[in-house]
């Protein structure tokens, strides 16, 4: 009798209510590991041109905007549609302008609040304490880095919160027969796709936790459920279509090449090895991968963790992943290979047949389970407090690219742009370079590669690399400008010319080439043309620097004073501290006799560092 007394304070002992404690490590610790990124910067890859120097974002909350152009809030730039996103950062925007620190804390929540929803979720298959360590583990894998610490990684982090809201409501049906939570899931499913395109892996990971939850076809109630959620994709697959890019081709190539990401990511998952903000594919870790896939799959087999445990994860980790594999996008030439920020979500499915196994073989009762549990909840969590800084800010993220993918072009082209946007051209020249010789089909790269040789003085060098451009592309109109600048500066305006009219009957408001065209003009003493040409200049934009100046020189050389004095005078207003201006306005004081204006002039010009006022003073105003 004393024995089956016990029994029932056993089985009640087993159930492992969780302690207020767990809840709060629960936030706690991923708060804790990841809070420093609340005080990083922009790391310039993706996050400026989506926010930092977005014109469109800056006009303010426009809900429209959100749905009729790409991920970067662009008309048919790029191939992503992410409506939901645009307009977190919409949001974000309205609350603290173009300050990283906002978007870095609204990145850190919702991470924190998938890693609470990813309890919720695991409950539905494993008792308390399992669930709340499974993912508190999952919170700090070490791929997590990539989508807490990088502002572009928005779109995982929501699909994660609203993939499994979905998923949760799901299961609650299954479990409840209610079809209230049915029909609660479909705002979420809608949700999931304007964050992330995979969203739509969704409905046949339903399908499939459905069937194996109840070993049969849906039912009527859901298959109507099921029917409404395929119009909601017909309806963001047309507006997807008319808001991006055309896009890349799928082809059997693409996804045999991108099939080693799965052992991959799945080693660097657990595996202290091979992080990169930009990975390319390396056979170390593929092989690793293999050998832990293996392993793992030796284990489930001998250990056969439940069926609709198992099945419903891997449904849960390929369905989002193996249809982007088969993808080929237009800018493959120059990325990386493969995304690890993406697996935040898939991956749960595979976490989710690891804690199977971990179930079946009672792993958690064992006395050395805490321990386990916590060696490598410090190791993960040490690892990605470290790992985290490496999108602190451009340099910390761009160095640890090149490092550890030298072979990315992107890398080193978009580490040499941002050394040119610092004024570091002979720094940046072969970060450039190694770019273009990288990817040596990326017209952008090139034409990068033409700034750079037209801003250090090598003319020839900026010609040979646009002409390579416009072999390829004829309207490209940085490298015509790029290339007509060049000749212009080694003397060739005829050439330099030819170059800026081409600009000019393609795009007739551009106004850096109406202004090059100008100074081509002017160089080539064909000064009635260069006149006209930067008097519609200041028709489109009066503003724009040194046109004035330029103009009211070219007055001044056919003699022309009181129009080029008036022209100095307006370039004086906008950059009052120009020295050439007064100089040349000093010119036209003299000629226009009123030489006591003339002298002030020179003076001033001498004062702002212009050497060729000197001998005026000097000559002609008494000193």
Request: glycine share 8%; with cysteine.
């Amino acid at each position: 009798m004393a024995n089956k007394k016990l029994k029932p304070a056993v089985a009640k002992k087993s159930v492992q209510k969780l302690k207020l404690w767990h809840y709060l490590l629960l936030v706690a610790i991923p708060a804790i590991i990841y809070g420093r990124t609340i005080f990083f910067d922009y790391v310039m890859h993706d996050d400026d041109k989506m926010i930092k120097e977005n014109p469109m974002l800056k006009e303010g909350f426009n809900l429209p905007l959100a749905f009729t152009t790409d991920a970067w809030f662009m008309d048919a730039r790029i191939e992503l549609y992410r409506p939901w996103q645009s307009i977190t950062y919409m949001i974000d925007y309205a609350i603290g302008k173009t300050n990283p620190a906002v978007y870095h804390v609204h990145n850190l929540i919702i991470f924190i609040l998938g890693v609470v929803l990813l309890f919720f979720f695991l409950q539905f298959y494993f008792k308390p304490l399992l669930a709340w360590a499974g993912a508190l583990l999952y919170g700090m894998n070490l791929l997590t880095p990539h989508v807490v610490g990088w502002i572009a990684a928005r779109g995982d982090l929501y699909l994660m919160v609203f993939g499994l809201s979905f998923l949760i409501l799901v299961q609650r049906y299954l479990k409840s027969g209610s079809a209230k939570s049915l029909w609660l899931a479909v705002p979420f499913f809608f949700m999931a796709l304007l964050t992330k395109e995979s969203a739509i892996a969704l409905l046949p990971i339903a399908f499939v936790m459905m069937y194996m939850e109840k070993k049969k076809m849906p039912d009527a109630v859901a298959w109507m459920w099921l029917g409404i959620n395929g119009v909601l994709f017909i309806v963001y697959f047309v507006l997807r279509g008319k808001a991006i890019a055309s896009a890349g081709n799928l082809a059997a190539l693409a996804f045999f090449h991108n099939l080693r990401s799965l052992p991959e990511e799945f080693f660097k998952m657990i595996i202290p090895l091979g992080f990169s903000v930009m990975p390319g594919y390396s056979i170390f870790w593929t092989l690793g991968g293999v050998v832990l896939l293996g392993i793992f799959g030796y284990l489930v087999w001998k250990n056969k963790p439940d069926q609709r445990i198992l099945i419903s994860g891997f449904a849960l980790w390929l369905a989002p992943l193996l249809p982007s594999m088969a993808y080929e996008p237009s800018f493959a030439g120059v990325a990386y290979d493969y995304l690890d920020h993406r697996a935040w979500f898939p991956y749960v499915g595979l976490w989710l047949i690891a804690l199977g196994l971990i179930d079946k073989i009672k792993f958690i009762n064992k006395a050395y389970a805490p321990v386990v549990f916590g060696s490598v909840l410090v190791i993960w969590s040490g690892v990605n407090l470290w790992r985290s800084g490496t999108y602190q800010n451009w340099e910390s993220y761009y160095s640890n690219a090149i490092y550890t993918n030298p072979g990315s072009g992107l890398a080193n082209l978009n580490y040499g742009s941002m050394l040119r946007d610092e004024g570091k051209w002979e720094e940046a020249l072969p970060y450039i370079e190694k770019g273009v010789q990288l990817s040596p089909d990326y017209t952008d790269a090139k034409v990068r590669l033409a700034e750079a040789y037209f801003n250090l003085k090598k003319y020839n060098e900026a010609i040979e690399i646009s002409n390579a451009v416009i072999a390829k592309e004829p309207k490209n109109l940085t490298a015509l400008q790029f290339r007509g600048s060049s000749y212009g500066a080694s003397g060739q305006t005829g050439e330099a010319a030819k170059d800026f009219k081409t600009i000019l009957e393609a795009d007739p408001t551009n106004t850096h080439g109406l202004f090059n065209l100008g100074v081509a003009y002017k160089e080539s003493n064909m000064l009635n043309e260069a006149i006209e040409t930067y008097s519609k200049l200041i028709s489109l934009q009066p503003d724009f620097p040194n046109v004035y100046f330029e103009r009211g020189f070219c007055y001044g050389k056919m003699g022309l004073f009181t129009q080029a004095k008036g022209d100095m005078d307006a370039s004086i207003k906008i950059q009052p501290t120009h020295g050439a201006s007064y100089f040349f306005r000093g010119r036209a004081w003299e000629a226009l006799g009123d030489p006591k204006s003339a002298c002030a002039d020179w003076k001033k010009a001498l004062e702002l560092g212009t050497k060729d006022a000197e001998p005026y003073i000097r000559d002609k105003c008494n000193q």
